[in-house]
């Protein structure tokens, strides 16, 4: 009897309206959205006070940069689908064990990131095309963040277990705190260290939420789960990666895409190219983030009720979640037109060079947030439904396949418009492969 009380007031299992849905992932958007412009302020700090070189060299290193949060989120994400099914199946004592066990393999995964990359760093950052200016900035910003690398893994995989754990409200506190760490410290070290004192203040700022989470889920605290002794569980780490896959292969794509960019504005543009595409990144970011943001928040209710057998929960809000995605896609691009002057000026730091090719480009570059919504919720509805295959389907064909043709073959017919236009020609595409395989896939999960 206590059990089923119990599983009454599990946030996981109730009946949820949009207006429901959207309150439930607030916490999660507001901790992604935050997180990015936690990210931007980085950016705006190192234009300002060191230059809009250095800023460009925080592009080039950024696509290793994504392969390690890449391992981290594919880990986090895959696991913790795992984890919420069985929740939602009434096995609490196993999903403890695979979060203590997932979590350590998190940390040894971090610091072997971390001494591969510093070992090869000269080698990476030739192969990522950095030019003799950008060369000292690049290693210097990249030395400076590979050190926080395991305090990284931590954070992103307790951004999930937070909202598993039904706190959601306390992971977006632990990363306002994160970002606040992080903005004040940028203030403080990016005038006197410059770009290592950008890394130095963002690893630092992934220390919050790592240090926070081992000491919330470290012992019971009324909820179903916090950490035991780790267990292994034969297959466990195959099936998390395999079902994360597609955040993964989102990540590679950002670093794949990442790296083709700076090689084609630096091709048409020169340097200021490459700082001028690296501000509009900044502003997909924040974007980007609302996407991320609700399919990460309700996506443990997805598995939660799919693990339970609640077809009827689950196409609930299958279908009230896409109704959000459209409409808040339409408030993006909106905004995104408003504000991108201003904006954009200011991430130049006066440069108004780089401030025109930006601002030119950016309304074609600015389609894209029309339809990367539905893409993003399609992958990760497939995760939290253990379909990593469909997920990781719809990742490589938006983020990798369309984008790597569009940045190459979209400038040999449009020159410079054809650059700034590939990324919404490949969200456009993306986000019909979404819909056909969520109507392939509709009379299987029955949403």
């Known amino acids: 009897m206590a059990n089923m009380q119990q599983k009454a007031s599990d946030p996981l299992a109730r009946a949820y309206t949009l207006a429901g849905l959207v309150r439930f992932a607030a916490p999660s958007m507001a901790m992604m959205v935050f997180l990015s412009i936690y990210t931007i302020v980085d950016g705006i700090f190192i234009s300002n006070f060191v230059g809009t070189l250095a800023l460009g060299a925080v592009n080039i290193i950024f696509p290793l940069i994504s392969l390690e949060m890449g391992l981290g989120i594919m880990l986090a994400t895959g696991s913790n689908a795992i984890i919420a099914r069985r929740l939602g199946e009434g096995d609490a004592a196993r999903a403890r064990q695979n979060l203590s066990l997932v979590l ?37 910003y990249a030395v400076s963040m590979l050190l926080f690398a395991p305090a990284l893994f931590l954070q992103v995989g307790f951004q999930s277990y937070f909202v598993t754990a039904g706190r959601p ?48 889920f470290a012992r019971p605290r009324g909820g179903e789960l916090y950490l035991v002794r780790p267990a292994w569980e034969r297959g466990l780490l195959l099936r998390a990666c395999l079902n994360g896959s597609s955040e993964m292969v989102s990540n590679l794509a950002n670093a794949v895409s990442t790296f083709l960019f700076n090689i084609m504005f630096m091709r048409f543009y020169g340097e200021d190219g490459v700082a001028a595409i690296t501000m509009a990144l900044y502003f997909q970011f924040v974007f980007a983030a609302v996407y991320f943001g609700y399919a990460g928040g309700v996506a443990p209710i997805i598995s939660y009720k799919f693990g339970n057998g609640d077809v009827a929960g689950l196409r609930q809000i299958v279908r009230g979640s896409f109704r959000f995605i459209l409409g808040i896609s339409l408030v993006n691009f909106a905004v995104s037109l408003l504000v991108s002057a201003p904006a954009l000026l200011l991430f130049a730091g006066g440069n108004r060079e780089v401030a025109a090719i930006a601002q030119a480009g950016f309304p074609l570059f600015a389609l894209s947030f029309l339809f990367a919504g539905v893409g993003i919720f399609a992958s990760n509805m497939f995760t939290a439904l253990s379909d990593g295959v469909t997920s990781a389907l719809i990742s490589f064909m938006r983020t990798l396949l369309f984008l790597a043709a569009a940045i190459l073959l979209l400038p040999l017919i449009f020159h410079e418009a054809g650059l700034w236009a590939a990324i919404s020609v490949a969200e456009g595409m993306g986000a019909l492969v979404a819909l056909i395989c969520l109507k392939l896939r509709r009379r299987e999960y029955r949403y």
């Open 104 to 140: 350590l393999v998190a940390v040894l995964c971090g610091l072997a990131v971390e001494a591969l990359a510093l070992l090869f760093l000269p080698q990476i950052i030739a192969m990522l095309g950095a030019s003799a200016a950008q060369y000292p900035y690049c290693r210097a």
């Open 169 to 216: 409200k306390l992971g977006l506190l632990v990363m306002v705190g994160a970002g606040l760490v992080n903005m004040a410290l940028d203030y403080l070290l990016i005038p006197r260290f410059g770009v290592a004192g950008a890394g130095v203040a963002t690893g630092l700022g992934y220390m919050v939420p790592a240090t926070v989470g081992i000491c919330y």
